[in-house]
């Protein structure tokens, strides 16, 4: 069965930094774009980021560009979010999700709470 | 607020068939594929539908996507108390980015 697990959440304040991790198992990693999708308290779905295959091509949500860096490591089957310059409106829920556009598996989800 | 426009809520009784409506532009919905996500709280949320139309696996053809021009529905008929989730509507955008509608919560009466 296919396995996301996302990590690295938590509490930070405002203009601090998170990595987020997510750790994948049961497919072939390097097959797949992986992505990144939040989702604030009580609201819906946001695409944050995505990421080819190979690492090289990735698209970012506006507010995010330039404070957010996705990446992967293939030989670890990892996907990860480098968070900075975190804002109040941050403040989310951040799955991993497998897929460029269609995204067919989903992590359970990390929380990250900016506040001060 | 979200690019894509899906009704907040909708509702109908068991074994009615309720459609969910997503609303987009020619740069999203109209030049690219629409898929659908349903969540339950505190859950991930799971692919019912991609490609406009198709089922994702393990899903029951009870539930249906269909497209045209720049809008997509989803409907659910023969509608179960199980299906109380919110439904989400997603497509790429021209400009390169992932797009969500804002969720439509279903209430089972």
């Known amino acids: 069965e296919v396995q996301l697990v996302e990590s690295g959440g938590g509490f930070v304040q405002p203009g601090g930094s998170l990595r987020l991790s997510c750790a994948v198992s049961?497919?072939?990693?390097?097959?797949?774009?992986m992505a990144w999708v939040r989702q604030a308290p009580g609201k819906g779905l946001e695409w944050v980021a995505n990421?080819?295959?190979?690492?090289?091509?990735?698209h970012y949500v506006g507010s995010v560009e330039g404070r957010f860096t996705i990446s992967r490591d293939n030989a670890k089957n990892l996907l990860y979010l480098q968070m900075n310059s975190l804002r109040v409106e941050d403040t989310a829920v951040y799955y991993c999700?497998?897929?460029?556009?269609?995204?067919?598996?989903w992590g359970q989800g990390t929380l990250v709470t900016v506040s001060s | 607020q979200a690019v894509l426009t899906q009704p907040p809520s909708a509702s109908g009784t068991p074994g009615q068939t309720v459609i969910i409506s997503c609303f987009g532009s020619?740069?999203?919905?109209?030049?690219?594929?629409v898929n659908w996500y349903q969540q339950f709280p505190g859950r991930a949320p799971k692919l019912l539908i991609y490609?406009?139309?198709l089922r994702a696996s393990g899903v029951p053809d009870r539930f249906s996507g269909s497209k045209s021009a720049t809008s997509a529905s989803l409907a659910i008929t023969g509608l179960q108390s199980e299906d109380e989730a919110a439904y989400y509507c997603?497509?790429?955008?021209?400009?390169?980015?992932?797009?969500f509608g804002g969720g439509t919560k279903l209430t089972v009466l």
């Open positions: 990421i080819n295959q190979g690492g090289i091509e990735q």
């Open positions: 490609a406009d139309h």
């Open positions: 997603a497509a790429w955008d021209d400009n390169l980015k992932g797009l």
């Open positions: 020619s740069s999203n919905i109209g030049s690219n594929t």
């Open positions: 999700a497998r897929g460029s556009v269609v995204w067919d598996s």
């Open positions: 049961e497919f072939t990693f390097t097959d797949y774009w």
